[in-house]
Nanobody, 121 residues
Framework: VQLQASGGGLVQAGGSLRLSCAAS????????VGWFRQAPGKEREFVAR????????YYADSVKGRFTISRDNAKNTVYLQINSLKAEDTAVYYC???????????????WGQGTQVTVSS
């Protein structure tokens, strides 16, 4: 499955963005789709994940209450709604797909190319 992440940009602190992760080649059916982010000089960090089949979600504590992950079956797309953006949210955001309910990047087999989110204070 090929993943295409989009929706990043430059936004002021307190603003919002919606990131998209579209799948091609096959559907997300039976996959766990996760969002990760990586800031300069830091390791890749888990943000949120969703089970395509059940819709169950899970968030990192650092984003809980501000980020919402969702899916659109008809569009074969997963979204990450980001509200109340902070400077520390600045990073490249990646979507990934795997078959394990996990926050570990190594458990995800397929990765999108990343989309840059920059928050100005």
């Amino acid at each position: 499955v090929q993943l295409q992440a989009s929706g990043g940009g430059l936004v002021q602190a307190g603003g919002s963005l919606r990131l998209s992760c579209a799948a091609s080649g096959r559907t997300f059916n039976s996959y766990i789709v996760g969002w990760f982010r990586q800031a300069p000089g830091k390791e890749r960090e888990f943000v949120a994940r969703i089970s395509w089949n059940t819709g169950s979600t899970y968030y990192a504590d650092s984003v809980k209450g501000r980020f919402t992950i969702s899916r659109d079956n008809a569009k074969n797309t997963v979204y990450l709604q980001i509200n109340s953006l902070k400077a520390e949210d600045t990073a490249v955001y990646y979507c990934a797909a795997g078959t394990t309910w996990s926050r570990i990047p190594e458990n995800y087999s397929y990765w999108g190319q990343g989309t840059q989110v920059t928050v100005s204070s």
